[in-house]
């Protein structure tokens, strides 16, 4: 069993920047594929961006391209979600996602291990 506990969430004025941490009880990353999803209210689940660790690819989506960056730290069991140039329609819960891939996906479906969330509000 896998554990994923976000931080970093927060309230940020349009144009600003945050940066969430979803840190994993086990030595996770090496192995697994994570993944960031938000979920804004009234809204379905949706894919961010995803990192396979071996190779270190990373796939976004087109949404977030050029201003999120997502990153890890092996040695922390932690992997990161850089997000600049917020835009108020990014307000949303964002959850981090573990799963046993052999690549990159953005179905929600495919990931076996979630956190349980950390909302990210942006005011214009």
């Known amino acids: 069993q896998v554990q994923l506990v976000e931080s970093g969430g927060g309230l940020v004025q349009a144009g600003g920047s945050l940066r969430l941490s979803c840190a994993a009880s086990?030595?996770?990353?090496?192995?697994?594929?994570m993944g960031w999803f938000r979920q804004a209210p009234g809204k379905e689940r949706e894919f961010v961006a995803a990192?396979?660790?071996?190779?270190?690819?990373?796939f976004y989506a087109e949404s977030v391209k050029g201003r999120f960056t997502i990153s890890g730290d092996n040695s922390k069991n932690t992997a990161y979600l850089q997000m600049n140039s917020l835009k108020p329609e990014g307000t949303a819960v964002y959850y981090c996602?573990?799963?046993?891939?052999?690549?990159?996906?953005?179905?929600?479906?495919?990931?076996?291990?979630w956190g349980q969330g950390t909302q990210v509000t942006v005011s214009s």
């Open positions: 990192i396979r660790w071996n190779g270190h690819s990373t």
């Open positions: 996602a573990a799963g046993r891939l052999l690549g990159i996906s953005r179905y929600d479906g495919n990931y076996n291990y």
């Open positions: 086990a030595r996770t990353l090496s192995t697994y594929v």
